[in-house]
């Protein structure tokens, strides 16, 4: 407690004050002045000590005294005061060891209304919990229709055919259960993988007319070939790009003097070109005779014998490149099919690449001149053994059962251990 007094220039004195007093002073000089005092207050009390220690009350409270949940008390004093946190909790008890005479003596009927057993009988306290509020007074007296209050009642008990029907719902719940327990087991998925490659060429057999076939989404579609789809892991040692030319620079078919499929537009070439901080792509094209030559011989798969011919390609335009990078490595795929075996080889697209017409600025054109390439040659050869090597250790991320992994260094060492090279252009 704290007061604020104007209090004269002297020591404040006092008998029976706060704990702390602020004292104010203001004097009306030239100026107003203002003056705290804070003092500490000190009680003294001589009054007599007790002549006897206090007398403590014994209060008689029997088994089933009145307490404070008692019946009598909940009807007035519960609407004035809420006092249900202190009120025990007198319902069933949830551990059976603790309810009386249900273990030692098998009585069952402790724990509520059993078929075989009468009519529980309602408990003394909960009478008043029946009052009907409509009826001022009135107390019911029947427990048939009470559902609740210190008992249990089995309603599947009085049903016949309802404890058949969840038995049936148990019993089918644990049909799946155990059914999803057994497909979880290491044997049981080492045995639906086996079966997959099994039923794996059902589809592909001569006459197969492909009936279990459906299209995920568009369930009228029946199929009319069916291939094997597997990688083409002898191809995979290369990074494969989508190049798309896009505006003035696309080839459209009608107004493009070479067609689509001329071996010229197969066999072209695309150099990246990077001077100052200045990219760009430059096309090389060879003459129609050594397009189609080399084309032929790309497409040879046994060994080539005789002299290495060489292949002139001359410099046609420049392209501005955007490049996009797929951020997975199979979200776009190249399919090539192969009828005789009908089997369809997949390769990874690593990107994609889109080629607009380059417009360079007369003040450019000089030096991009000067920089660009005119002219290159080019040379069809198997690779030798180090560059199989390389190409190998790239394929076996892919099919490291055909392929095997090795050092060039190691190689040498052992050179008895030497590869077999494949036909590479």
Known sequence: MSSKLNWPRTRPHFSSPPDYLSLRQTTHLNMSQRQDYIAKVRYQNDLPPPPCPPKLLTTAISDEGDLIDSPKLLTSLFRRENFKNLISIDSLKLDPFKIPGFVDQTDESTIGKLPGFTSAQLHPDD?????????????????GNVSFLRRTQYIAADKGGALGVNNLALNLNMEKLKTKEEKTDPESQLRAVEETFEHATDTLVEGSEFENLRHPVKKHLKAKKVYTFLPDTSMMDQVYMHVKFIGSASIVEDKSKI???D??????????????DVEWVSLFQTGKESAESMKRKIDETA???GDEE????KHMRDYNMD????????EELA???DEEKKTAYFLPVSGRVDLKRRRVAP???QFIKNEDFTNISLTLREPDTGEAIARDNKRVVYDPMEYAEMDVEELEENPDETPDVEDEQ
């Open 259 to 261: 067609p689509l499929d």
């Open 310 to 313: 060489q292949y002139d390609f």
């Open 363 to 365: 003040s450019l054109e």
């Open 303 to 305: 060994t080539s014998g």
């Open 263 to 276: 071996p010229r537009v197969v066999t072209s070439l695309f150099k990246p070109m990077n001077v100052k």
């Open 127 to 143: 009478q008043l919990l029946l009052i009907d509020p409509s009826m001022k007074g009135a107390v019911s007296t029947s427990t």
């Open 335 to 337: 399919i090539n099919l």
């Open 323 to 330: 490049y996009i990078e797929y951020p997975d490595i199979f």
